[in-house]
């Protein structure tokens, strides 16, 4: 059986490709042969994060047209402990028209047959033709969102596109499964106020949280060493996605990282 998992968001820029790269990899950490594809078409950053930029030769949109196989296009992940992990990079040139519903659904099948576990979508930004196109064939949709009002509402909007605009809502299927990754998580900024606390995000989209990955620099030197943040594992938001994860697998994890570390004097002073 094949899952497909859209990471998806209503605003731009607020950690989907992040989010994909970790998720993707931490499935295949797990032993899940999984496939991420770059839905960015124009704007490829995936193959950047994902540290195999200099090795795309065919990309999502060149299959899509026949000009390629699957084994041609299929870019094999090399980090250290991932064995079954691809990815499909995105076109940096050709236009978003090239991007149909039957190319994508072909590619689809054509990864479901190859025996792949897990695909992974990374959404482009906004309620356009190419992020309506990542989450159509989804059976799971992870809606990332920052803990900011207009991230949140945004939100809403993209989860009203997952119950009425894709196949499973077509053909009458189960929903898809659709949770919260709350990403950018400041706890000392969402206890003074600043920005929205884990529960009223969750109050206000009203779907359950699938994980919450703090605001952190380790990201920065993960996207910029190509290296996916899960893959450091003394990196506060390196276990949130490895947390996050094991849920998408099924284990019952407590929330982590939402609530602001003590320092020495403010646990001694009862602060
Ligand atoms: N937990 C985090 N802590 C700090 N920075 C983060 C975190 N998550 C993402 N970022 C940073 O936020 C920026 C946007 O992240 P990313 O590219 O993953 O977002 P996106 O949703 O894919 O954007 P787009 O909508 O343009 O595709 C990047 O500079 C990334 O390094
Ligand atoms: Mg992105």
Redesign the pocket.
């Known amino acids: 059986m094949t899952e497909v998992i859209v990471v998806t968001?209503g605003k731009?820029?607020?950690?989907?490709?992040?989010?994909s790269a970790s998720i993707s990899t931490g499935l295949a950490l797990h032993g899940h042969k999984t496939v991420v594809i770059d839905f960015?078409i124009g704007l490829r950053?995936l193959d950047l994060v994902m540290g195999c930029e200099r090795r795309v030769v065919y990309d999502f949109i060149n299959l899509i047209n026949h000009e390629c196989n699957l084994t041609q296009t299929l870019i094999k992940d090399r980090h250290k402990g991932v064995d079954d992990l691809y990815v499909l990079a995105a076109s940096q040139t050709r236009d978003k028209d090239a991007l149909t519903k039957e190319g994508v659904g072909e590619v689809i099948q054509m990864l479901k047959d190859d025996g792949f576990e897990y695909i992974v979508c990374d959404s482009?930004?906004g309620i356009e033709k190419g992020a309506l196109l990542a989450l159509y064939y989804a059976d799971r949709a992870i809606v990332?969102t920052n803990p900011e009002v207009s991230s949140v509402r945004d939100s809403d909007r993209i989860i009203g596109m997952l119950q009425s605009k894709t196949l499973r809502a077509e053909k009458g299927e189960e929903p898809v499964t659709t949770s919260l990754l709350l990403?950018?998580y400041s706890a000392a900024r969402s206890n003074n106020g600043e920005m929205m606390h884990v529960t009223d995000v969750d109050d206000v989209l009203g779907i359950p949280v699938i994980g919450v990955?703090?605001?952190?620099k380790d990201?920065?030197t993960a996207?910029s060493t190509g290296d996916p943040v899960i893959l450091n594992k003394d990196s506060d938001?390196g276990q949130a996605y490895d947390d996050t994860v094991r849920r998408i697998l099924g284990e019952d994890l407590p929330l982590r990282f939402t609530e602001e570390k003590k320092g020495f004097f403010s646990k001694l002073f009862g602060r």
Request: proline residues 8%; neutral net charge.
């Open positions: 968001s731009g820029g607020v950690g989907k490709t992040t989010s960015d950053n482009p930004a990332t990403t950018r990955i703090p605001e952190s990201i920065l996207s938001a």
